[in-house]
């Protein structure tokens, strides 16, 4: 039994969010799968989502640079009811293709998304990761004794991960899971007139920030009236049919 994790608290997304990316687990695993979401509200969540309270992890009310630093509570040696490897999935990502092969890649190793705009520092980006359960607690409890200093010292969450868990780190292929905004998107002025193309090899499309999926569909991109000139889109028409 294969397991995909994810994680929501907070307001900044919907349980519609996680329906919709085990939605799209569902249709691309091969083998059988569970998904489990940590989350402080399950109220909306489908049937079949396994609903599970947020791994624990205490952070300071203040000090700490804004991030999503409690997604390093899955890293805890027990955040409750799940064992072995598990691909965690951001919310914000778009299911493509075929998955199973992420339960296959360089079996042993902590994969991630080779960061696009850190390539050269060699600096893993989380949105898709794949991990042995257990296998790095010091993440937690190094980062309770001294939460404030550590998150400006890297940053975000992901950069802590890839530098200080000590697992022998490997990149995905590149081509499974492309950015919308770095990879797929027409560079401007072409932004204006062409929407974001899906390459056939693409498994996992990760939305950073704006535009997030449903955005995107709708050709919008929350922007200042000053950045719109390249902050620009067409909708996407094939999130129709990737991302429901």
């Known amino acids: 039994m294969q397991t995909v994790i ?23 695993m091969a083998r059988p799968t569970r998904f489990v979401c940590f989350t402080e509200d399950q109220v909306g969540l489908l049937e079949g989502i396994e609903a599970r309270p947020l791994p624990a992890i205490d952070l300071p009310a203040a000090g700490l640079r804004r991030g999503p630093w409690r997604k390093l509570g899955l890293w805890q040696h027990d955040p409750g009811g799940i064992s072995g490897d598990v691909l965690f999935l951001d919310l914000d990502v778009v299911v493509t293709g075929p998955l199973d092969a992420f339960f296959d890649y360089e079996p042993g ?10 390539a050269k520092d060699e600096i893993g980006n989380s949105s898709v990761m794949r991990f042995r359960v257990g296998s790095a607690p010091h993440l937690v409890d190094d980062f309770e004794r001294d939460g404030p200093a550590l998150s400006y010292r890297f ?17 995905w292929p590149a081509d499974w899971c492309p950015s919308f905004k770095h990879s797929l998107l027409p560079a401007w002025p072409f932004n204006l007139v062409a929407p974001a193309a899906l390459p056939p090899q693409s498994r ?33 028409p094939w999130l129709a049919e990737h991302w429901r």
């Not at 994810?6 to 691309?28: E, F, I, P």
């Open 109 to 118: 190793c902590l994969c991630l998304i080779r960061n696009w705009t850190q």
């Open 155 to 171: 940053v975000n969450e992901q950069t802590y991960v890839t530098k200080q868990s000590g697992l022998p780190i490997r990149f």
């Open 6 to 28: 994810c994680m929501k608290w907070g307001t900044a997304y919907s349980a519609d969010y996680v329906n919709r990316l085990y939605r799209g687990v569902t249709r691309h």
């Open 204 to 236: 996992i499309v990760v939305f950073t920030g704006h535009p997030r999926p449903h955005e995107a569909q709708l050709g919008r991109w929350p922007a200042p009236w000053y950045k719109k000139i390249y902050k620009a889109i067409r909708p996407v």
